[in-house]
Nanobody, 125 residues
Framework: QVQLVESGGGLVQAGDSLTLSCAAS????????MGWFRQAPGKEREFVAA????????YYAESVKGRFTISRDNTKNTVVLQMNSLKPEDTAVYYC??????????????????WGQGTQVTVSS
């Protein structure tokens, strides 16, 4: 039983940076695999980045590789998405997701059981 809440979205210009945070409830956060997804207007939800449980192994979508970094702080029950060199095509609602018992990382919507409400990121050109 986990509740996820995203924050940190906003309006930025192309080339700027933005940090998204996901706060999780519960005492078993460290054992959860976590991920970030996004959904642009008129588009389907797509995978952005994932991080495994205690091991911390990460994986990124090709479109954000080298620009975004996912990390977690199990003491604070948070997962962070650091976004650099933002592009207009990064504009979307960003969602945090969690999967219990996840030693590995996961990239599919169906792999996750818990979702946040989303936070809007808008990048102007």
């Amino acid at each position: 039983q986990v509740q996820l809440v995203e924050s940190g979205g906003g309006l930025v210009q192309a080339g700027d940076s933005l940090t998204l945070s996901c706060a999780a409830s519960g005492r078993t956060f460290s054992s959860y695999a976590m991920g970030w997804f996004r959904q642009a207007p008129g588009k389907e939800r797509e995978f952005v980045a994932a991080i495994a449980g205690s091991g911390g192994t990460t994986y990124y979508a090709e479109s954000v590789k080298g620009r975004f970094t996912i990390s977690r702080d199990n003491t604070k029950n948070t997962v962070v998405l650091q976004m650099n060199s933002l592009k207009p095509e990064d504009t979307a609602v960003y969602y945090c997701a969690g999967r219990p018992g996840g030693t590995n990382y996961y990239i599919g919507d169906h792999d996750y059981d818990y979702w946040g409400q989303g936070t809007q990121v808008t990048v102007s050109s």
